[in-house]
């Protein structure tokens, strides 16, 4: 039963599967966890974008906030699925999380973050570095990404494993605590991460195992 694992970095446990399945585990519960991450942030953005626009129109802001060409694409291909009147809220739930992640880089500091604050976040504290909340969204994001590409989320090293999901929920807990104080206990009181963690098989990988794309 190592099929799932062509590389044979479960093939010394004693039960080849149940590291696979744990691993299976723990990603679908940072991924869930993620999500509510992910649809606070997308809400928080669009809304504030929307207060700073005419009624429904943040989205056709191309003047206004200097899309790059991949988010306006990803605009573009928002609107050809939607079928009816098009309102602000209407396109916030087509775009990836990519296109929210990418609308806090640099390129977008003076039209876009500029909006989002001071109102937004009253609780992001000073200097209210745009980098420092881009470092974490983007650690978000890679681990997304990771999970959608069914990279384990576990390593070799448990004492890294730990670090990485130790900083992760860091990064979960902060970006929701920034936007709002009262999400961070309602979105860990709803995830299963701290209840999947402690049930980490012994002997995870084997000794010498090829590492993935982001430990190499």
Known sequence: MVVWAPDGNYRHHP??????RWSAELAAAHFETI?????LLRN?????LEAASAPGTWFEGQNRYHF???AQKSIDKARRRLTGPVTSGRPVAEPTFDFWRFLLVKRHEGAIWRTLLPQGMPHYPAPRSRGAFEGHVD???RAR???????PLARADPDRENRDLDRLWDDLRTVGGWIDPDAPDWIMG???I???RPLRPGMMLRSGATPTREES
Do not use: L, M, Q, T
């Open 15 to 20: 039960d080849a599967v149940a590291p696979y």
């Open 190 to 192: 709803k995830s299963r």
């Open 145 to 151: 990404n990771r999970i959608a590409h069914h990279e």
């Open 68 to 70: 790059s060409g991949p």
């Open 139 to 141: 650690r978000i994001h």
């Open 44 to 48: 928080f953005i669009s809304s504030r």
């Open 194 to 196: 701290h209840i999947v």
């Open 35 to 39: 999500g509510h991450v992910e649809v």
